[in-house]
């Protein structure tokens, strides 16, 4: 019971302020976002930044494995299969819940082909 909170989903601006919830002698307090399995969720439903977070951590995981993907021993289809596989997945985690604007699929778009530019020019920035 302490440990449980509660948030309302509205693009209503009026809808962060924050009541409390009293159930017989227990209170619940409303919060405005917070985490659940790995993918912050906030009151107003927006992804946007989720979205910087998830580029953050897949930026973190490109530069992690960069030194394979700048190998010129390993062959482009292999690079992108290591892309598709290590660090697509880590952008892209949650994905399903999203509903995107325009902006926040050109911020991925921009992402995605600025590693598979890397990756085309054999692993130099």
Request: proline residues 2%; contains cysteine; positive net charge.
């Amino acid at each position: 019971m302490d440990k449980t909170k509660y948030m309302v989903m509205s693009r209503d601006q009026n809808a962060e302020r924050n009541h409390s919830v009293r159930i017989n002698n227990s209170t619940f307090e409303r919060v405005g976002e917070f985490k659940y399995l790995g993918t912050t969720l906030i009151f107003q439903n927006s992804i946007r930044e989720e979205i910087k977070s998830r580029l953050r951590s897949g930026n973190a995981c490109y530069h992690s494995v960069q030194n394979l993907l700048s190998s010129r021993l390993l062959p482009k289809n292999l690079k992108i299969k290591i892309y598709r596989t290590i660090i697509l997945p880590v952008v892209l985690y949650g994905c399903e819940t999203w509903s995107l604007t325009l902006r926040e699929e050109r911020k991925l778009r921009v992402f995605e082909n600025m590693v598979l530019r890397i990756l085309d020019l054999g692993g130099t920035r």
